[in-house]
Each structure stands twice: as structure tokens, then as C-alpha cells.
């Protein structure tokens, strides 16, 4: 009788260590870059277009105080609505790029996982997932009307600590060719540029 209570309680624990091994499968293998945005170009031309649009909403508003015929006055005032459309959403977006935040409508990566988090929410400094199962991740970002693209090559090796597997990241790099944001700069901490002491600047 005893053999079997000792047989059982080990094959209750045997079951409890797999449950727990099958929760946590992965959970140490999910490394990521970290990204920042810099809204240099892009708020420049934001500012540009705004300053635009408040000076025509104010020759619209100094014309409508001349003597025009009802039809004119309609179709300025239909004007003015329509420019403090554009001034309320250049604002917005000025307000973002003035702190290099962006609003990312979607984050698209061939055989990463994790991008739920990033759908319509407001940016600057985060971390993406990478494809472990590959030296290369591609990155395409839909953000204010936006489309840019980011791959980055990197070496990886699978590790095994006291804390459990993990993958390591280094020699983190940028295909310059495929990019297309303004431009993308790699900083390292670190000599080996391992990806938890690396930052991608993203310029747009």
C-alpha cells in the first residue's frame, strides 16, 4: 500500500511538472529588439503643413467679413470646415511628433509572434519580437498614413541558464537596402551589440 501511495504521488508530481513546463513552453525563448522612433523629417513636415493650413483658415475667415453673395459665403464656410479638419488632425499628429511618438496602426513580421499589442497604440520607445527560427526578421509598419519597412540580420545561439533556455541575440545590424524609413541607426552598449543592450533608431 505504500508503494502505491508513493507511486501516485509521484506521478501527481510528474503531472504537475509538465503542466507547468507546457504553461511556460517558449516563455524564455521569445527575445526582442528594442526600437525607438524619432520624428525628425516627418514633424518638420507636419509643422509645415499645419502653419499652412491655420494661414488659410485665417485669409478664409479676413474674407468672409468682405461683401459676398450668399453663395460665396457657403463656400467658404464649407472650406473653413473641411481646413479645421485638417488643422485638428495635423495637430494631433504634431502633438505625437513634437516627443517622436507614433501611432501605429499595425505591425506586420513574417514568422514573429506577438503583435496584437502593438495595433492602434501610441509609441516611442518598445520592443518587437523576432523570428527565432531565422538570422533575419522583416518589419512592415502602417502608421499615420505611413508604410515603412525593417529588416535586421543578427546572430543567435540557444543558451541554457539557471532561469532555463533562452535565446541570445548579438551582432544586431540593419539592411540598409531594404529599409525605407528616412534612415536607421544601430547603438550598442554593449562590444557584442547583444539585443538587451541595443537600440534601433528609427528616423521617419
Known amino acids: 500500500m505504500r508503494i502505491l501511495n508513493c507511486a501516485f504521488i509521484l506521478v501527481a508530481l510528474l503531472l504537475f511538472l509538465s503542466c507547468e513546463e507546457e504553461d511556460c513552453a517558449g516563455c524564455y525563448l521569445n527575445p526582442k529588439i528594442k526600437l525607438k522612433f524619432e520624428a525628425t523629417g516627418t514633424k518638420q513636415f507636419t509643422d509645415s503643413v499645419f502653419s499652412s493650413i491655420k494661414d488659410e483658415i485665417a485669409d478664409l475667415v479676413d474674407s468672409l467679413e468682405g461683401q459676398l453673395s450668399d453663395e460665396a459665403q457657403t463656400a467658404i464656410q464649407n472650406e473653413l470646415i473641411r481646413l479645421r479638419e485638417d488643422s485638428a488632425r495635423f495637430n494631433e499628429d504634431y502633438q505625437l511628433f513634437r516627443v517622436s511618438k507614433a501611432k501605429i496602426d499595425e505591425i506586420e513580421a513574417p514568422g514573429s509572434l506577438g503583435f496584437e499589442q502593438f495595433q492602434d497604440s501610441i509609441v516611442r520607445d518598445f520592443s518587437i519580437p523576432v523570428n527565432m527560427n531565422s538570422d533575419t526578421s522583416t518589419y512592415y509598419f502602417y502608421y499615420h498614413g505611413l508604410t515603412d519597412t525593417l529588416q535586421l540580420y543578427y546572430k543567435r545561439a540557444i543558451t541554457q541558464s539557471y ?3 533562452r535565446m541570445r541575440l548579438w551582432d544586431i545590424v540593419v539592411n540598409e537596402e531594404l529599409s525605407t524609413f528616412d534612415s536607421v541607426r ?8 547583444s539585443n538587451a543592450l541595443t537600440h534601433v533608431y528609427l528616423y521617419f
Open 163 to 165: 532561469e532555463g533556455v
Open 186 to 193: 544601430v547603438k550598442c552598449y554593449d562590444r557584442e551589440c
